[in-house]
């Protein structure tokens, strides 16, 4: 009886199938748990106590943000209350928010918590893209609040009349339809003044986000880097 080659044989085929399938299982799981453990918000205490992560807590809207080239790492990463001089996050410089650089870890969720609504209800995403979803018709919003349009030295910001950036970025977004900035007017949502507050809080939250250099084009923006 002449062999069989092992390439003809169905064993062959099912065996190597349930090897992979059950590798590729055991991948996917160990991806999601450490993925989870990436993308888990910090807390209060993790900012006191100087400890990195990708997606700071609430309270983060209480420190200076900034946007620095590291160099370890080959592109732009945010840094969170001043740098230690290597592109790390000092977490030391405080900057008010609206008034404010004390919001506690309730009061800052709970901003964080009503602009996240709202830019569902309002379907942000129907023209903004965030933190890679959403559509391409109007800017990037991951890194709106470092973009130096909304500084002191920005247009927006002189536009609006108003004295700082998370003033200006509140007074934009209640009344978009009296600043036209480009072809692409932003429209009228009907978006409150706490509304406002808590979007520019989620925008502001966002910005802490190290997402890795994305969106790539953004640090290449005259004067995006090193926050100013």
């Not at 065996?15 to 059950?22: I, L, M, N």
């Not at 807590?57 to 990463?77: A, D, L």
């Not at 502001?204 to 969106?215: A, R």
Request: hydrophobic share 40%; glycine share 10%; charged share 25%.
């Amino acid at each position: 009886m002449a062999n069989k080659s092992v390439w003809s044989d169905n064993r062959f085929w099912r065996r190597s199938a349930t090897w992979v399938t059950g590798f590729a299982s055991v991948l996917l799981i160990w991806l999601t748990f450490d993925t989870s453990a990436q993308i888990a918000m910090g807390n209060d205490q993790d900012l006191k106590d100087g400890v990195v992560k990708r997606v700071p807590g609430p309270t983060v809207i209480n420190y200076k943000i900034s946007y620095e080239m590291s160099s370890k790492r080959g592109h732009e990463v945010p840094v969170i209350g001043g740098n230690d001089g290597e592109g790390n996050s000092l977490f030391q410089e405080k900057e008010k928010f609206f008034g404010r650089d004390d919001w506690s870890e309730e009061e800052a969720g709970k901003l964080l918590h009503l602009g996240k609504l709202a830019s569902q209800a309002k379907n942000c995403m129907d023209c903004h893209t965030l933190l890679g979803n959403g559509a391409y018709y109007a800017p990037d919003l991951t890194k709106a609040w470092l973009d130096p349009a909304w500084g002191p030295d920005g247009a927006m910001q002189a536009l609006t009349g108003k004295e700082t950036k998370e003033e200006a970025m509140a007074e934009f977004l209640q009344h978009p339809d009296q600043f036209a900035t480009h072809a692409r007017m932003m429209p009228d949502l009907g978006i409150t003044k706490e509304e406002a507050i808590g979007l520019v809080a989620f925008l502001k939250h966002m910005s802490s986000i190290d997402t890795n250099g994305f969106p790539r084009n953004f640090g290449r923006m005259q004067g995006a880097v090193n926050g100013k």
